[in-house]
């Protein structure tokens, strides 16, 4: 056997299963998501057109303390780890919540933790209690690795101009993290004028943002901030796959009830071999991507030499597995995958747009060349 | 009984030690030592080979052992024996076959094969039609059929066979555990000559092969159950194996990637990275499937393991050989050999891509692996059949 080579080489072992703090913590996301966000009730909300639910946010985020899981207790926040933001994350895309966790909890915290200035400590405190939604003002699909735009000029005195697109959750937020040419800037929301665009997933709503010499709180440097943000896109994107996870645990639990249930042909069409091997093989992706998951969240944890490499698998490996799962889901439930009344389309919705969030599979393929030194022609 | 700790072992290893210092000790004489001191398979009962201590307690003993440059017994040579036969014995067997067969087998003096397997009877393997016929009189049993697929045959000195013995009742019954001599008259063993061209398994023709009912294991007509033990040891030993990142297949291909950039296509690119990561997520997953046993909290995943691994497996050694261009059409040796165990790296692309068409049939084929992910691990529902109640000999076939 071929010696391992040096770049590719773990650097410490990996705890790869839930602790009972974790599964503590799990329990009580998951019943308040049980009791404030079934299939229904998300189902009315994205009708509504304000698909967010802020008194869900608020329990989740300052009943209980999920805001600040990734914020030090001597900023208000829990002082825990991405591992437990994780276990947070897997239960929300069990239930496609509409909140915005993934861009306020993770990526603007993210954000203000590696600016790591005095001016943005007031700002994480607030996030950490739940009180403000915080987003950061870029695209979706922007990935760690790829290079940062910079479609915002400050034109002096704090004054910042330009327009992004595809922002996700900035219609929930009070304040907008704006990367500008000369550094970091908090925005309020109020003073950006917000364009809501139709999105693919209506949980997570998408708007563009335009800024006409609006007022910002410089927060950081232009270095500082660019580091930052490439920080966060990373622990984003590591987490981001736990969501993806519990959202194919999800289609791979409803699925398998739906066909032990189902009978045609005078059987359960669960037993029939075509469809039971395609759950099987549907399993054995959700259990690697269990896997992929936790070792991404654990190597974001524990800052791991190797979590850009680890986070990159994770997220070449969960996007598909989630896409799969549910469009598995969707055929699999029949004619009934195709009614908006029944849930799966959120969840296919969803799959597919996580799969564009914080890049494609394939350009997390293309790091993962570069750090296991597997370069293109 | 107070229960044995790992302190209590670690002094009965050095103990040991000092006893049969393994620079001056003849192997076979340190391992019978090993054996008769409790420290083969701590789990097992006293004078079995073990002290009927905790299972999970064994890793210290081997690491202590091996430290101090003590042999082992070669698991990969006698793998059948230690993970089929023996933990089959252990639970069926006599007083007298446990002390007459675990102690050899665990040395390594006696090897073992399985006599499972035939021609007509494979994944279905209950439709096996070797016939065991009592001898009025002697009480002895006439056996006579063909068993296949039999690794180590040729070099074993024991067999676990299963055999029908009434083919009046329906296939699952009527079925008769035993332990075979594999140098009795009229056992006949040929190599299987496969699609890489060695021959690492053997027919076996069976043609009036004479057991004793002494070696008889379970009672007659109970065979099945008791294979159901051996299958069930036989899928624990599969797919456990740690690997390091970038470990098993996947190694060679990716170093023939880095090594020889005129290979590289855009194509080809984009098939490594998917299994590179596939392969990495594999490895994770076995790593996890590992801690989740060690914390006491065994998942479902070891059902699935093999079934990843062969599909890998077969996708990445056709990668390489597609890799390699030219050098993809040769092959390294069509010799006939007869290999003591399955050396994946060791050879070349075109071995790792025919051996591997094995994985997904060796050991349960993956289609059957499939059911039963999806029968007990997910709940789903069995095929209706109408096999079960039919009497054997009113089978197709």
């Known amino acids: ?377 | 009984m107070t229960a044995i700790t790992a302190d209590r072992l670690l002094t009965r290893v050095r103990d040991l030690l000092a006893a049969h210092p393994p620079a001056t000790t003849p192997r076979t004489d340190f391992l019978r030592a090993r054996y008769d001191a409790g420290l083969a398979w701590v789990h097992y009962p006293e004078g079995l080979g073990g002290l009927g201590a905790p299972r999970s307690l064994q890793a210290a003993v081997d690491a202590e052992l091996e430290a101090a440059g003590a042999p082992d017994n070669d698991p990969r040579r006698i793998g059948i024996g230690l993970g089929m036969a023996a933990p089959t014995i252990l639970a069926y067997g006599t007083e007298e076959q446990k002390h007459r067969f675990l102690r050899p087998l665990w040395v390594g003096e006696e090897v073992w094969c399985q006599l499972f397997s035939e021609p007509g009877a494979g994944s279905d393997l209950a439709a096996l039609g070797t016939r065991a016929v009592r001898e009025s009189g002697s009480g002895d049993w006439i056996v006579d059929g063909q068993k296949v697929w039999t690794s180590s045959a040729h070099t074993a000195r024991w067999a676990i066979l299963i055999a029908r013995t009434d083919p009046a009742l329906p296939k699952h019954q009527g079925i008769t555990y035993f332990l075979c001599d594999m140098h009795a008259p009229g056992v006949e063993v040929r190599p299987l000559r496969q699609i890489t061209g060695e021959a690492e398994f053997n027919e076996v023709f069976l043609t009036g092969v004479r057991i004793p009912d002494s070696h008889r294991l379970g009672a007659v007509g109970q065979g099945w159950a008791v294979a159901r033990t051996t299958l069930m040891n036989e899928r624990v030993s599969i797919g456990g194996m740690r690997i390091p990142r970038e470990g098993g297949m996947i190694a060679p291909v990716a170093t023939a990637w880095r090594e020889r950039p005129e290979l590289r296509t855009h194509a080809l690119h984009q098939r490594l990275l998917e299994l590179w990561v596939e392969a990495e997520v594999a490895r994770l997953t076995g790593e996890r499937l590992r801690q989740q046993l060690a914390a006491g909290q065994p998942g479902p995943e070891g059902s699935g393991m093999k079934l990843t691994f062969a599909r890998l497996n077969q996708e990445i050694s056709g990668l390489e050989v597609e890799l390699l261009g030219e050098e993809g059409l040769l092959y390294d040796d069509w010799t006939m050999r007869r290999p003591e165990g399955v050396d994946f790296t060791g050879r070349e692309a075109g071995y790792r891509y025919l051996r591997a068409k094995g994985n997904s049939i060796e050991g349960g084929t993956s289609e059957i692996l499939l059911n039963i992910v999806a029968e007990r691990v997910l709940g789903l529902p069995p095929e209706p059949r109408d096999d079960k109640d039919l009497a054997w000999k009113d089978l197709s076939r």
């Not at chain 1, 080489?9 to 308040?32: F, M, Y």
């Not at chain 1, 910079?150 to 101009?161: D, H, I, Q, Y």
């Not at chain 1, 563009?208 to 410089?218: F, I, K, M, P």
């Not at chain 1, 359960?268 to 070792?295: C, E, I, M, N, T």
Request: with cysteine; aromatic share 2%.
């Open chain 1, 1 to 377: 056997m071929t010696a391992p080579t040096t770049p590719v080489a773990p650097a410490a072992p990996t705890d790869l299963l839930h602790s009972g703090t974790e599964e503590e913590l799990r329990a009580a996301v998951r019943a308040l998501l049980t009791d404030r966000c079934d299939a229904k009730t998300v189902l009315a909300r994205i009708e509504t057109g304000r698909p967010h639910d802020p008194a869900l946010w608020h329990t989740l985020a300052a009943g209980i303390g999920a805001a600040g899981l990734l914020v030090p207790e001597k900023l208000g926040g829990q002082g825990a780890s991405h591992r437990e933001a994780a276990v947070v994350l897997e239960e929300l895309g069990r239930s496609v919540a509409p909140v915005p966790y993934l861009t306020s909890a993770v990526l603007a915290t993210e954000i203000l933790l590696g600016c790591d200035t005095p001016e943005a400590a007031p700002l994480l405190r607030e996030l950490a209690s739940g009180s403000t939604v915080c987003v950061p003002a870029v695209p979706l699909t922007l990935a760690p690795g790829a290079p940062l735009p910079a479609p915002v000029r400050e034109g002096g005195a704090g004054l910042l101009s330009g327009t992004v697109t595809s922002v996700a959750d900035a219609v929930a937020a009070d304040v907008l993290l704006v990367l500008a040419d000369t550094g970091l800037y908090a925005v309020p929301a109020a003073s950006a004028r917000l364009t809501p665009q139709v999105p693919l997933d209506l949980t997570r709503p998408l708007a563009t943002v335009t800024l006409e010499a609006a007022a910002g709180t410089r927060l950081a440097d232009p270095g500082t901030a660019r580091a930052a943000v490439a920080g966060a896109l990373l622990s984003g994107a590591g987490l981001l796959a736990s969501e993806q996870l519990g959202l194919a645990e999800w289609c791979l639990a409803e699925t398998v009830g739906h066909v032990r249930g189902r009978h045609q042909f005078n059987r359960p069409v669960g037993s029939f071999q075509a469809l039971k091997h395609r759950l099987a093989r549907l399993w054995l992706d959700v259990a690697g991507a269990r896997a992929a998951a936790r070792a991404a969240a654990d190597a974001l944890a524990t800052a791991a030499p190797d979590a850009p490499l680890t986070v990159a698998v994770a997220q070449a490996y969960c996007s598909g597995v989630a896409v799969r799962a549910a469009e598995e889901c969707v055929q699999l439930h029949g004619g009934i995958g195709m009614t908006w009344e029944h849930p799966a389309h959120l969840y296919l919705k969803r799959a597919k747009a996580d799969s564009l969030a914080l890049g494609t599979a394939s350009h997390h393929r293309g790091l993962v060349a570069d750090f296991a030194e597997l370069p293109a022609p």
